[in-house]
């Protein structure tokens, strides 16, 4: 029989464990250099651990639209709501409905917390409308009985919009109250651009004498050319009710900032396009102007109706040629047109980095189908949650003080071995959360250290599984060091399908569930997947060295592979030589 080349690998052999255990230490000496470099040596905590504010909502219906109010569109609300809190970076925040028209928001304390806090609530309710007429933001004075010809509001020429950008900054205009009242009825009576898509769009009149929802010049231009003349938009009630109650298909007047301190009051034709027209929408710095903007994308049928407007407005005089860019009832820009425009637009004003963002973030995550009150703010102290940390971790220490207490009962010197791996594991599952809460935004809740605690029972059986197939392997009769190689790849298969179908249980139940629960699973699948690099990169190079040292290779009675205490059988290797030289020897045998 040919003797077995030298340097040749036995099954599952593994010549250089030092190569692994590198690696291992090299990963988890930059992963702790990255968490102090960056200043994040504590996990984030969640509102049940480190306290925060809760803030509740009531719903409120526009006039008429009372039966808005109703479970869809709470639902709905409470989606938009979370999406916007957690697209700030304040992760783990609770968003759920309390009775029918409340909700119920938890904001864990952190850096974003009063950023989260301004966007709760707010509305986002985005149109765009055609100007009719603009003067300055005080309320007019009473008109003389001499009063008569043109407009008195003419503001500065504005810079128009061209290409795909249409938010210009707002012009600051310069108007007296003279003969104000005439030129607004005739720009009430003037046609205004058809909104793109209406059923009345059609030129055939009605059959029955029900009225247009659209309110008429003879029913209402009086009051409302009364109310844009007493408007006063450096009174801030009279800025915020300016616009309330209004729908968007009729005409409406509004208030907007043209730079800090100076405001214009708007009249203002329908809706043409609202926000949910807007497919994305983002905050950015615009580098040729040095100004802060929104940009946004509409979706195809947003474009069409985007398209229309401008088209008919771009053949207007000033101010007939602008539209106002509307939200939550104040003029955000008012800009100029003179081509027609359809894929995008851009929102431009007194904007700082801020300010950009968070509207960028509000109408990308949607318009909320509510209005919202706020009903109470209340700061969460974090007493409650730390008393159940505090007996978590008390738990959890027992749990593991017995199991570590069995391991040295059962295993003796192999216990070694399994301590020490579940200490590389605690150090990296500890390090990768500390790093996981600035880069995106995870906060570690009570149900996330249950999920860390519960993974200690995951590591110790893959611990188990590897070292039971090596005392198998001695069973048989072979010698540690062929023991350790051979009982590898059997053991690790096993490890594998069982770490991969807690992970498979822990991503599932990352997805179908919300809140809380997802700290549990999203905790459960890191700590499975940190307990496959763990026994492959530690277990395994650290039980390989120590099968080459005495205490070990000897099968020391305390060492935990004992071969007379496992029962193991003669040694296989004997009979092998005998059988490869020749007859046996019946004493020898």
Request: positive net charge; hydrophobic residues 40%.
């Amino acid at each position: 029989m040919a003797a077995p080349k030298k340097g040749r690998r036995p099954a599952g052999g593994q010549s250089r464990p030092g190569r692994a255990l590198a690696l291992i230490l090299i990963a988890m000496v930059a992963l702790t250099g990255g968490m102090f470099w960056s200043g994040h040596t504590t996990p984030r905590l969640g509102i049940d651990l480190a306290g925060g504010t809760s803030i509740t909502l009531k719903a409120k219906a526009d006039p008429g639209q009372e039966s808005a109010v109703n479970e869809t569109n709470m639902n709905t609300a409470v989606g938009i709501i979370e999406r916007r809190v957690n697209g700030l970076g304040v992760s783990e925040a609770e968003v759920q409905t309390q009775g029918r028209e409340n909700i119920i928001v938890n904001i864990p304390r952190g850096t974003n917390e009063k950023q989260a806090r301004e966007q709760v609530g707010t509305t986002a309710q985005l149109y765009f409308r055609p100007v009719l007429g603009v003067t300055n933001g005080g309320p007019a004075p009473a008109p003389s009985a001499s009063s008569s010809g043109s407009p008195s509001a003419s503001p500065k020429p504005s810079s128009s919009a061209s290409g795909s950008s249409v938010g210009e900054k707002k012009p600051t205009p310069t108007a007296t109250g003279s003969a104000q009242g005439r030129a607004l009825t005739e720009a009430l009576k003037a046609p205004s651009p058809t909104p793109t898509g209406s059923s009345s769009a059609s030129s055939k009149p009605k059959a029955t004498g029900t009225p247009s929802a659209t309110p008429t010049p003879d029913a209402s231009t009086a009051a409302l050319e009364q109310k844009f003349a007493s408007l006063n938009c450096l009174d801030p009630k009279q800025r915020s009710a300016a616009g309330q109650g209004v729908l968007p298909n009729q005409p409406t007047v509004a208030c907007g900032e043209d730079e800090p301190g100076v405001w214009s009051k708007y009249l203002l034709g329908p809706a043409e396009v609202d926000g949910k027209d807007v497919d994305d929408a983002k905050g950015v710095f615009d580098q040729q102007r040095g100004m802060w903007i929104v940009t946004m994308d509409f979706t195809s049928g947003g474009s069409k109706k985007f398209q229309s407007i401008t088209s008919k407005l771009s053949s207007q005089a000033d101010p007939q040629n602008r539209f106002a860019i509307v939200l939550d009832g104040e003029v955000v820009s008012a800009p100029s047109v003179r081509q027609t425009l359809s894929a995008s637009a851009e929102i431009s004003g007194n904007f700082n980095q801020q300010s950009a963002q968070d509207l960028g973030n509000i109408l990308s995550y949607g318009a909320l189908p509510l209005s919202f009150q706020t009903q109470s703010v209340d700061t969460v102290t974090a007493a409650l949650g730390g008393e159940q940390l505090e007996a978590g971790l008390i738990a959890g220490a027992i749990g593991l003080g017995l199991v570590i207490i069995y391991l040295v009962a059962y295993y003796r010197g192999l216990s070694l071995i399994a301590i020490l791996s579940l200490g590389v594991s605690a150090l990296l599952t500890y390090v990768i959360m500390a790093l996981l809460g600035p880069a995106i935004g995870f906060a570690l809740n009570l149900p996330a250290v249950c999920g860390a605690i519960v993974a200690i029972g995951i590591t110790a059986d893959s611990f188990i599984v590897y070292f039971e197939r090596i005392r198998d392997e001695l069973r048989e009769g072979r010698t540690l060091r062929p023991a350790v190689e051979r009982a590898w790849p059997r053991a690790r298969r096993t490890i594998l399908v069982s770490d991969f179908v807690s992970f498979l249980a822990a991503a599932v139940l990352f997805i179908v569930t919300v809140g809380k629960v997802q700290g549990f699973a999203f905790t459960l699948g890191l700590t499975t997947l940190l307990d496959v690099v763990v026994v492959f990169l530690f277990t395994k190079p650290v039980m390989t060295l120590l099968a080459r040292t005495k205490f070990f290779g000897n099968g020391h009675a305390w060492s935990g592979l004992d071969p007379k205490r496992l029962g193991a059988k003669p040694p296989l290797r004997r009979s092998r030589r005998a059988t490869a030289s020749g007859p046996v020897d019946p004493k020898e045998a």
